[in-house]
């Protein structure tokens, strides 16, 4: 099977730019005007931005260990090894955007980066991003001959798995979420991290019926773990958690979370399962890990221990026009870097 980029046509780079520049006015827009325009607020302070943000930096996590994992055993061949890494990069920088978009200001940012509060676990998240993107940058560098990198390919699985891992533990231990407690959140956060990364690898053009195979498994355990969970929560004794989960089967919540369930996870499934437009199932896991971050982060602030009334979430129109300006920015920064790191040729039989 002939695995060479098709060239991206002229109109589909026009469409990016002008999403991009949408993207970027409505971010100008959001600066001017105060996150108001969100659908953010006191109660609830983590939606769309930070999802987009998980997802894109779990995507570039699995795609690192992906290629690192690769150097030990033949997931897969080692010439793929560049494009894996620039998507990684993109996904990385991509999802440094949308935390600044997340936090407000750039300023905001700045003041975390300076503070060196390393007994908050958001710190702790944003310099495991910078290592894991540094990693990244020496592996392609280093990398791009045939050559095995055992040394690089064990860093990066390891900074892939510690910024995924923190990100998750970051969750798991803000108490007045109930939602979030438990280690089931890291373990949904290390599939969330595989399955973007994986679909990622598929839209790249990383046609290896391993990865194919291997994004059906994680697939097939998400969704053994998300019904499990809501099963449970429906069945459980304590009428807080059976609470919470009506609500997220059949609340404000609900059209988030059928979405993920039927189109994030099903139909890709479904269409990988018979080998049938493997880059429109890839896109759709995509968007389904975005879909159950949304859920879980809106399902988890809806009922905190607080006393406070109960809350509901929807993206506004300013953070959607953000989001998708972002993902047509991600397109232009991995068509850019592929033209400065001119990787070497890859095979043409997987």
């Known amino acids: 099977m002939d695995t060479k980029r098709a060239p991206v046509s002229t109109t589909a780079l026009i469409a990016a730019i002008v999403l991009a520049l949408a993207g970027i006015a409505t971010w100008i827009y959001q600066l001017l005007q105060g996150m108001q325009v969100t659908a953010l607020g006191q109660q609830v302070v983590w939606g769309l931005y930070i999802a987009g943000f998980f997802t894109a930096v779990g995507a570039g996590a699995g795609l690192l260990a992906l290629t690192g994992l690769s150097e030990f055993s033949p997931l897969t061949p080692i ?32 003041r975390l980066i300076i503070g060196f509060r390393f007994s908050s676990l958001m ?12 990693v990244t940058l020496a592996y392609l560098w280093v990398g791009r001959g045939a050559q095995a990198q055992k040394g690089l390919g064990a860093l990066g699985v ?13 969750l798991s231990v803000l108490s007045a979420r109930p939602m979030w407690s438990g280690g089931l959140v890291v373990v949904s956060f290390l599939l969330g991290a595989t399955i973007a990364g994986l679909s990622l690898a598929l839209i790249g053009g990383i046609s290896v019926e391993k990865v194919r195979g291997w994004l059906i498994a994680a697939l097939v355990l998400n969704l053994v773990l998300v019904l499990s969970e809501v099963l449970t929560g429906l069945l459980s004794a304590d009428p807080r ?51 159950e971050k949304v859920w879980l982060l809106s399902a988890g602030q809806a009922k905190p221990w607080l006393d406070l009334p109960e809350a509901s979430y929807f993206p506004s129109w300013v953070e959607w026009v953000a989001f998708v300006g972002l993902l047509a920015l991600g397109v232009l920064v991995y068509l850019g870097i592929t033209s400065l790191v001119k990787p070497s040729p890859e095979p043409k039989a997987a």
């Open 123 to 134: 710190t702790w998240d944003f310099w495991l991003l910078v290592i894991a993107t540094v």
């Open 79 to 110: 010439a793929y090894r560049p494009r894996l890494l620039i998507l990684a990069l993109t996904s990385f920088i991509i999802g440094g955007l949308f935390i600044t978009l997340d936090l407000g200001s750039p300023l905001t940012l700045w």
């Open 158 to 170: 390891l900074s892939a798995l510690a910024v995924v891992v923190v990100e998750g533990w970051m």
């Open 241 to 291: 958690t059976a609470e919470e989960m009506r609500l997220l089967v059949a609340g404000s919540d609900a059209p988030v979370f059928w979405f993920h369930l039927l189109v994030g996870l099903v139909l890709p499934l479904a269409l990988l399962v018979m080998n049938s437009a493997l880059k429109w199932a890839a896109a759709l896991a995509v968007l389904g890990v975005v879909a």
